[in-house]
């Protein structure tokens, strides 16, 4: 029967090459870039899976899942083994039976230039849904040990079971602190696809698909590559297609990738950056996990145009650029650029590190940085709050953009339930605690950016019945003892003293030995009375 497809067969095996020399790349990056205690968790994520033994981390008493489909060690894994053996002091033979786990692979920015040595390890642990609910739990268990584990060893590592029909069956998750529930679906699928890690188990029969053959998938896949014998199910599984993600997908990205936001601003600002321009190419939407697969498939060697992370920035950078969009061009090269110097600090491989600073280098001539503006971004621990609460604005400006034009995507889509009313509840409730500016909020802007934003000076200047300025209460961090104050422009604008105290405390602008200044016409006003307040 093989014979018969031989011109699939033949480009299905160029295939499989193709991705096992991306996925030992992948690896050999991903390994390079951790630490030392960070490789040997990475290098032993499998057999902590596999087996379920009390000498192994991950030993859980009871029927747990364990045993990765067609498993075996490899040298480095057997020598791990042999230690753990000789360490107990008896002789240890490791033996397993059980197969409840199909694969194992790591995902997200792990192999990626933005991968640091101290980026957090994720983990799908691809099960049958045919487990069962108890069994599923005692499994949940055994990988909360692993994690605990490993973070005694400085190393995060997040496991997420993944049941085999997740994509292919409407989704009745709910949004949590880690989970994106019914917001962000496919587009999850989506990020695996192109940065996933095999680790062990079945290979992904996606990545040998053709693109010309997506529109088919479920057909190409059963028909043409299982039932015709080319691929095994004993070797392979499906996850699913990525095609076709609904118009209602996109408005719930948004919503919970802003939530997110409140979190982690610069990742959010890049992942919703990238829902706004897939929502701008809909319905012929040109994923990037497609764009990686195809480029995969049909060219050798490694290029930055399969590194999960770099995709994403010159996707988006391609987008504004065709909209003229400048400033929103800088936020995003500013925020590349962080998550870049964040990773590459403490990488201690030699050619690691080398390579990592060539694609700085080749960054920085692209953007035509000047060394001074280098010098800037590479010492934010150093900025001062008006430095950060410009680029806290800038972040909130762009998310909100982005948000608009979601909401006009699913206005012109006739987008009705994007997603569920649960989610909807816990996303709003989130965003309006943390961004609306209502009266009497009290804002912090550090961004962890700063060491300290302790100032030498922080005045307190009342203005009323001006011309010029706005009533209220100005903050500075100039002594009013001088002309600076009048040269130099305020830090904050508040309705009353209350609020801009709260919130200068709140952002830590006062020390120990800050000098504290009120100028108003108030005279039940002082610093004497300021300094009854908790300033520190």
Known sequence: MVSDNSAIYIRTKEFERHYDELNTIRIKNAEDAMSENGRVIFSSIALYLHYNHPLIPGYVVGDVPHGISGFIPNETQKNYLYSLSSASGVNQEFINVDESIIAVYCMGSTSSVGQGPKSDIDVWVCVSHHLSDERIVLLEKKCSFITEMSAKRGVEVNFFIVKDNKFKEPNIDSADKESCGSAQHMFLLDEFYRSSIYLAGKKLVWMVVPESEEYRYDDYVNNDLFKSGILSRDQWFDLGSVSGI???????????????????????????????????????????????????????????????????????IRYL???????????????????????????????????????????????????????????RQKWRLAEIIRIYNLVFNNLMQSYQALLSFGIVNKVSDAIKLVDISVLSRKLFIAFDSYTGKIKNYNLNFANSLIEKNVSFVEVKNSHVCRDGWYVFKKSLETLDVVKSKPLMYFNDLANAIATVVENGLIGDNTAIEVHSKNPVVSVKKLEKFPMK
Request: hydrophobic share 35%; with cysteine; charged share 30%.
């Open 246 to 316: 609904s118009s209602e997908e996109y408005y719930g990205s948004a919503l919970w990738l802003l939530y997110k936001s409140i979190d982690s601003p610069f990742k959010a600002v890049l992942k919703i950056l990238l829902m706004e321009v897939y929502s701008s190419e809909y319905p012929q939407t040109k994923l990037l996990s497609m764009e990686m697969r195809n480029w995969m498939q049909n060219n050798e060697g490694y290029s930055l145009k399969l590194d999960s992370y770099y995709m994403v920035y010159e996707k988006i």
């Open 321 to 379: 650029k065709n909209h003229d969009e400048e400033k929103r061009m800088s936020l995003v090269q500013f925020c590349f650029y962080q998550k870049l110097y964040d990773g590459i600090r403490k990488i201690e491989n030699t050619s690691a590190m080398t390579y990592r600073r060539s694609v700085i280098r080749g960054l920085l001539e692209s953007w035509g940085w000047s060394k001074e503006e280098r010098n800037f971004m590479d010492n």
